[in-house]
């Protein structure tokens, strides 16, 4: 899925700022489960699945890009929002290049489209792969500017 086409421009929290992973997963979650309108009990699913795949292997990649992700049941289709981090310092995601994450997209996926959610997370790296991408989304104003990035690097 395209990163353009399973965001919109609502779910791109711009000067996103929270104090760590830790806190920056539920306020994601939260912001999903509002956009979505998700049941209370399916977005706690959402931040206890995604919590734990934290705890086991850190989803922080590098070029300061973190993907927290898990599969969730209760879902019919992938969803996510998108963190862009404020400031200069950006967090520790315990990245593999060690770099503090600046991009953080959450995803929370159906457990059978595991195709799909291995394709979803190609085109993360891809897009945001991208230096100019990555750059543009940091000094983007607003989620309408900040989509629009996405929508023509995709």
Do not use: Y
């Not at 086991?56 to 998108?82: F, K, N």
């Not at 991408?133 to 629009?148: F, I, K, M």
């Amino acid at each position: 899925m395209r990163l353009h086409e399973l965001l919109e421009p609502a779910d791109l929290i711009v000067d996103f700022r929270p104090t760590d992973k830790w806190d920056a997963i539920p306020r994601l979650v939260e912001h999903l489960a509002q956009r979505r309108g998700l049941t209370p009990e399916v977005a706690k699913r959402v931040e206890e699945a995604v919590l734990q795949r934290e705890r086991s292997m850190s989803t922080g990649i590098e070029h300061g890009i973190a993907v927290p992700h898990a599969a969730v049941e209760g879902l019919d289709e992938v969803i996510g929002c998108m963190g862009i981090v404020g400031g200069e310092s950006g967090l520790s995601f315990e990245s593999i290049d060690g770099r503090p994450t600046r991009l953080i997209v959450l995803l929370a996926i159906p457990p059978a489209q595991k195709l799909l959610h291995i394709r979803t997370l190609g085109d993360i790296a891809r897009v945001l792969g991208k230096e100019t991408v990555r750059d543009a989304l940091l000094q983007a104003s607003g989620a309408d500017e900040a989509w629009s990035v996405l929508r023509e690097n995709d």
